[in-house]
């Protein structure tokens, strides 16, 4: 199938998903390579095949346990090997969990998502999160955690704790990978997904761009998460945020356009998974937002921080939702 040759006037007809592999390397590569208007139009059209147009799926972060990670990721401020002035603490109280969660859901979020800075949770950190699932969902909210990478059995202890998401992000592509992290490898992320979807989890998975990886790697990675079988139900897109003390601090920013046709390619090639504006909102301007949910981002990170990073405030996000006639969807 030659994507890049579509004609103007079928743009309005929804790109088939190729057969056998669902969505071939080189078929993603050419959708990033239409004119952006074309793409933008492709996408808006499988969108609202799937989705209400202007609903947006709102989620909330909470960083459990912050810093001291074992991991090298180049991107990331929790790494024990760069020293980006964050102190590793431990796990929080069950109490501020429950603050967090009540205030972001009068603050409209839908779901609550809990992180913590490990390699792999131990049984008794797990005993622990699995308190918080339990207490979280109480209150009504969705959940989600993500822990690092799961062995045999975790993945089900979270499930029967109540858990509804887990995430686990790819990062980038196979390709490219070896250049940011070097302390796990693809595959380690691969089985962790394997067990999540084992255990009947919802998964919540996507990557990050801006790390220096060229279009045909960006490509790769939305290939990667096309053809797992199933594709993610949510999948978050983070622009890199750049913090001094890490290896990736100081690399070329990311072209917004392509920021965009990022989104875009996911939704086509992911149509009824939620495609989340992620890390790197904080330096959006409302007008790139915008185009963003118009190539088909309907989930958004709402809240004060992400993690260890700032993230555009609940208002500012209320303000910008009204002016664009976008609403929360409906839980």
Avoid at 29 to 42: C, G, I, K, N
Avoid at 56 to 74: F, H, N, R, V, Y
Wanted: proline residues 6%; glycine residues 8%; charged residues 20%.
């Amino acid at each position: 199938m030659q994507v890049a040759t579509v004609p103007v006037s079928d743009i309005a007809k929804p790109l088939p998903a190729p057969t056998g592999v669902a969505w071939p390397h080189e078929d993603i590569l050419a959708l990033f390579e239409l004119p952006f208007m074309d793409l933008l139009y492709q996408a808006q059209q499988v969108h609202r095949q799937h989705f209400d147009a202007n609903a947006i799926q709102l989620s909330s972060l909470l960083s459990i346990k912050t810093g001291g990670c074992p991991e090298d990721c180049a991107y990331c401020p929790q790494s024990a090997h760069y020293d980006t002035g964050l102190a590793a603490d431990k796990l929080i109280p069950l109490d501020d969990v429950l603050q967090a969660a009540r205030a972001a859901q009068a603050g409209g979020a839908q779901r609550f998502c809990m992180g913590a800075a490990w390699r792999s949770p131990k049984p008794h950190h797990l005993d622990q999160v699995a308190e918080m699932i339990r207490a979280v969902k109480a209150l009504g909210l969705e959940t989600c955690v993500t822990l690092g990478m799961l062995r045999e059995g975790q993945a089900e202890q979270l499930k029967a704790a109540g858990l509804d998401y887990y995430n686990h992000n790819l990062d980038t592509s196979p390709e490219f990978y070896g250049q940011i992290i070097s302390t796990r490898t693809y595959q380690d992320r691969l089985d962790t997904l394997d067990r999540v979807r084992h255990a009947g989890l919802n998964i919540c998975c996507g990557g990050i761009v801006g790390l220096g990886e060229s279009r045909n790697e960006r490509a790769g990675l939305i290939a990667q998460l096309a053809n797992l079988a199933p594709y993610p139900e949510s999948v978050p897109i983070n622009n890199l945020v750049q913090v001094e003390g890490t290896p990736l601090a100081g690399t070329d920013a990311l072209d917004p356009f392509e920021f965009v046709r990022t989104i875009a390619v996911a939704r086509i090639t992911m149509p009824r998974a939620h495609v989340r504006l992620s890390a790197g909102r904080e330096t959006m301007s409302d007008t790139l937002q915008a185009l963003c949910f118009l190539a088909g981002a309907n989930s958004l990170f709402c809240g004060d921080m992400l993690l260890t990073t700032s993230n555009p405030q609940v208002q500012a996000d209320q303000r910008l939702m009204e002016r664009l006639g976008l609403h929360a969807e409906a839980a």
